[in-house]
């Protein structure tokens, strides 16, 4: 009995025994498989490489992309209001994370860079008209652009209706030389056709008349045909002041003070002339001008007297001056304003069509500005990338002048706007977006 009842207690104690560790047993299978399983939730993976995983956030070491939580099969992605804008079509908006930026209002300082050309001033042009209808005897200019000085002769001429007023003097001072009021009168008559007091004394001492009556030039300068200085003149103030042949070397033809361009004249003796036509310009270039062309909007803030760097090729250094005129005129469908300088040329430094580049320096107004990497050209406007929401909107706008690396804003956004910072960096966005203003 003794031993039965020995048996019983051994056999509960085992039984009790193999129950505590079957129970100890399963609690460490569990804690086994809830860490299974908390260590699968928090697994990262690579949104682009899918066999990156990491069991802590990091960065992936093939692209650098952020690694994401690894989602559990069956979870789903519910859209909540803040993520409406990614079912946006795709060419309305670009999901980005880049740097972004805000205007700025400021004023900055301009720097306007043009070219011109350098011309005859026209102040400094004097004609030589024919003040007396008749043939030419005597022809002294041989060529366009040859030197003349004051007091040169430049042609004679045979004038019928001259040589009747000198016969009409010499009549009255051989009949009628006490009629004083009637002689002067004729003198008078022959000074008004060109005749000059020196010339009228000589005819009243010798009592013979003059039958080929010189002209001469009142200044001294650079002679040339009307057509000629017409032409010239055109050229110079065209929008192209040089052309080129084809080898692209400069064909314009300019006078200079030491090899003047000897174009031959089309005037020849023998040939007749009108009272009151112009047949000779005289060009003086002690005094010439340099004018430059520039648009209407680079050109808003240029005033009289502001300075100006000009610069010529390498054998002339760069010189300072100021802004003498300034005049606005519509060309070719577009506004621009045309600035003038006045350069003094006594020794003959500066040639008529001569390239100039000038630079000028002026202070903006107020306005808004952005830098120039922040918008994008595409021919027809200009955008920059506007951020609402975490996606980024193009956006229109009109482009005023440029200061460095900054642009001026004149419409399209405020400064209360976020903007990309590099619109290049959504370059391959760019070619399916949409601008909607």
């Known amino acids: 009995?003794?031993?039965?009842?020995?048996?019983?207690?051994?056999?509960?104690?085992?039984?009790?025994?193999?129950?505590?560790?079957?129970?100890?047993?399963?609690?460490?299978?569990?804690?086994?498989?809830?860490?299974?399983?908390?260590?699968?939730?928090?697994?990262?993976?690579?949104?682009?490489?899918?066999?990156?995983?990491?069991?802590?956030?990091?960065?992936?070491?093939?692209?650098?992309?952020d690694l994401v939580l690894k989602g559990k099969v069956g979870d789903e992605v519910k859209i909540t209001p803040e993520l409406n804008y990614l079912l946006k079509p795709t060419n309305v908006s670009v999901v980005g994370s880049i740097k972004v930026i805000t205007p700025?209002?400021?004023?900055?300082?301009?720097?306007?860079?043009?070219?011109?050309?350098?011309?005859?001033?026209?102040?400094?042009?004097?004609?030589?008209p024919i003040r007396f209808g008749g043939r030419i005897e005597k022809l002294m200019i041989k060529y366009n652009f040859q030197p003349i000085q004051k007091g040169d002769r430049i042609l004679e001429i045979y004038s019928p209706e001259l040589l009747t007023a000198q016969r009409d003097l010499l009549y009255l001072q051989k009949s009628d030389a006490e009629n004083v009021q009637l002689i002067e009168s004729a003198k008078e008559k022959l000074k008004l056709m060109g005749v000059t007091d020196q010339q009228i004394a000589q005819i009243t001492s010798s009592k013979k008349e003059i039958y080929s009556l010189p002209v001469y030039s009142s200044v001294s300068g650079y002679i040339m045909e009307e057509s000629a200085f017409r032409a010239s003149a055109q050229s110079t103030t065209s929008s192209s002041p040089a052309s080129s042949d084809m080898n692209g070397e400069s064909t314009m033809q300019t006078p200079s003070s030491d090899k003047p361009i000897q174009t031959e004249i089309q005037i020849r003796e023998g040939m007749y002339v009108t009272s009151g036509q112009t047949i000779f310009n005289v060009v003086n270039t002690e005094q010439v001008w340099v004018e430059f062309e520039i648009l209407q909007g680079d050109a808003k803030e240029i005033k009289l007297n502001d300075p100006i760097s000009l610069s010529f090729d390498?054998?002339?250094?760069?010189?300072?001056?100021?802004?003498?005129?300034?005049?606005?005129f519509y060309q070719e469908g577009e506004s621009f304003v045309q600035v003038r300088v006045y350069l003094s040329n006594p020794q003959r430094t500066y040639q008529i069509g001569q390239l100039v580049k000038g630079q000028l320096k002026t202070e903006s107004a107020k306005s808004l500005w952005i830098p120039i990497r922040a918008s994008m050209d595409l021919g027809m406007q200009k955008i920059v990338f506007t951020k609402r929401n975490g996606t980024y909107r193009p956006?229109?706008?009109?482009s005023g002048q440029t200061s460095g690396d900054w642009m001026e804003v004149i419409s399209g956004i405020v400064e209360q706007d976020s903007i990309a910072y590099d619109a290049q960096f959504l370059m391959d966005s760019e070619s399916f977006i949409k601008v909607k203003n």
């Not at 700025?104 to 030589?128: F, L, N, P």
């Open 1 to 65: 009995m003794v031993t039965h009842t020995l048996q019983l207690t051994i056999t509960s104690r085992f039984s009790f025994v193999y129950c505590l560790l079957s129970i100890v047993s399963l609690l460490a299978l569990s804690a086994c498989s809830n860490k299974n399983d908390h260590a699968h939730a928090q697994e990262y993976i690579c949104p682009m490489h899918p066999t990156v995983l990491q069991d802590k956030p990091g960065q992936c070491p093939v692209c650098g992309m």
């Open 104 to 128: 700025i209002i400021k004023s900055a300082s301009i720097k306007t860079e043009t070219s011109g050309v350098i011309t005859y001033d026209t102040r400094r042009i004097t004609a030589v």
């Open 314 to 328: 390498s054998s002339q250094k760069e010189i300072q001056s100021t802004i003498s005129f300034i005049q606005p």
């Open 395 to 398: 956006q229109s706008i009109t």
